[in-house]
């Protein structure tokens, strides 16, 4: 199975927002309300910041929010702040008792 | 809180053995699945296989079944992770990650890792 897709790069000036898309089919994303986000930064483990397509983890911050239409998820990040520079997955689960993961998306903050 | 631990930095040849491991503590950690990721290159995550440490119930990505063998001891609340022909292409990052919700694993997301363990397979 291949992996979710996501575009290669965002970028975004501090202060705007931005979206992170992530494609799939009707058995991951189309099927399940389990799409997960998590950040990344260099040379650290993954972080989840949303789970169950739209939900924030404790201490998260407001300004991640997660939604999904058909077969795509959204990861939006609002009032960009420098900190936000990260790399960000999504993931689904696959009607095949699989997971699958985005191939990442970097966010440059300018 | 959960925490998980990892085994330190692999150096191996292509055909040796290796088996890295991940110990959970904290909170009910014994009720918790414990999973495998992949990170080559510094990019994109790969989903391995999960062990449920209680009864080592295991599942497995079909991409690398039959390429590892993930087991675990509830004992001591230590999932493993293990090849016995490493090949190049098994260098990489290697994260162990638990999912927010205890006794469950499919549909869940990981909300807590360790600190990952890095696989070099070099000759």
């Known amino acids: 199975q291949s992996a979710l897709a996501q575009p290669a790069s965002v970028s975004g000036s501090p202060g705007q927002s931005i979206t992170i898309s992530c494609t799939g089919t009707?058995?991951?994303?189309?099927?399940?309300?389990?799409v997960a986000w998590y950040q990344q930064h260099p040379d650290k483990a993954p972080k989840l910041i949303i789970y169950d397509v739209r939900y924030r983890p404790s201490g998260v911050s407001h300004r991640f929010s997660g939604s999904k239409s058909d077969n795509t998820a959204s990861l939006t990040i609002s009032g960009l702040q420098p900190e936000d520079e990260a790399d960000y997955f999504c993931?689904?689960?696959?009607?095949?008792?699989?997971?699958?993961f985005g191939g990442g998306t970097k966010l440059i903050v300018l | 809180d959960v925490q998980l631990v990892q085994s330190g930095a692999e150096v191996k040849k292509p055909g040796e053995s290796l088996r890295i491991s991940c110990q959970g503590s904290?909170?009910?950690?014994?009720?918790?699945?414990i999973a495998w990721v992949r990170q080559k290159s510094g990019r994109g995550l790969e989903w391995m296989g999960i062990?449920?440490?209680?009864?080592?119930?295991?599942r497995y990505n079909p991409s690398f079944q039959g390429q590892i063998t993930i087991s675990a001891d509830k004992s001591i609340n230590t999932a493993y992770l293990q090849w016995n022909n490493l090949k190049a292409s098994d260098t990489a990052i290697y994260y162990c990650a638990t999912p927010r919700t205890q006794l469950l694993w499919f549909g869940e997301a990981f909300g807590y890792w360790g600190q990952g363990t890095v696989v070099t397979v070099s000759s």
């Open positions: 009707s058995n991951d994303i189309g099927r399940y309300e389990t």
């Open positions: 062990v449920y440490p209680g009864d080592s119930d295991t």
């Open positions: 904290g909170n009910s950690i014994s009720n918790y699945w």
């Open positions: 993931a689904s689960y696959v009607r095949s008792n699989n997971l699958l």
